[in-house]
T-cell receptor
């Protein structure tokens, strides 16, 4: 039982490059989330998916797109990476009566 | 002003000390309050969850909520080196765990 799995663990991009962060959960949760964590800022919600087939913006959605591929998988795409997107990205999942379960993060550096 | 303020520390204490971690918030509508623990290079994990005002105890951990002062606390008794981590407070308006607002986290180091 892996919980929430994020790939890749580390990534370095040049400004303007694109990439997709992958997330999969095996807990049969309905809701999935993408957060970014920056020093001094805490975790900030980028996008979330309350259930399969729906996605909504969070606090900091600009520069990102998401896809809820199926119930298990929720991906985050950076179309044209900027240095301001250097961060640690966490995917999480939950159900109505369960706490957020987080993956171990993707550390992204944009140069 | 951030909705949730948390002193980033770092906080350094000897093993066995009582640790007090705190957050203040500005939105009086917050109803649900949580504490997450995050070890280095790992994702946060839920430690404590409380609804509205009052205290909740779980082993060495006690969570307190004072809604009149918009202030929440986490106390750790008999602290251990394994408690060394970053502690994040989180809260939201409605039931469930969705769309949490997090504090920046306090880094705690417990020395043997």
């Amino acid at each position: 039982n892996a919980g929430v799995t994020q790939t890749p663990k580390f990534q370095v991009l040049k400004t303007g490059q694109s990439m997709t962060l992958q997330c999969a959960q095996d807990m049969n949760h309905n809701s999935m989330y993408w957060y970014r964590q920056d020093p001094g800022m805490g975790l900030r919600l980028i996008y979330y998916s309350a259930s399969e087939g729906t996605t909504d913006k969070g606090e900091v959605p600009n520069g990102y797109n998401v896809s809820r591929l199926n119930k298990r998988e929720f991906s985050l795409r950076l179309e044209s990476a900027a240095p301001s997107q250097t961060s640690v990205y966490f995917c999480a999942s939950s159900d109505h009566n369960s706490p957020l379960h987080f993956g171990n993060g993707t550390r992204l550096t944009v140069t | 002003q951030k909705e949730v303020e948390q002193d980033p520390g770092p906080l350094s204490v000897p093993e066995g000390a009582i640790v007090s971690l705190n957050c203040t918030y500005s939105n009086s509508a917050f109803q649900y309050f949580m504490w997450y623990r995050q070890y280095s290079r790992k994702g946060p994990e839920l430690l404590m969850y409380t609804y509205s005002s009052g205290n909740k105890e779980d082993g060495r951990f006690t969570a307190q909520v004072d809604k009149s002062s918009k202030y929440i606390s986490l106390f750790i008794r008999d602290s251990q080196p394994s408690d060394s981590a970053t502690y994040l407070c989180a809260m939201n308006l409605s039931g469930g765990y969705n769309k949490l607002i997090f504090g920046a986290g306090t880094r705690l180091a417990v020395h043997p």
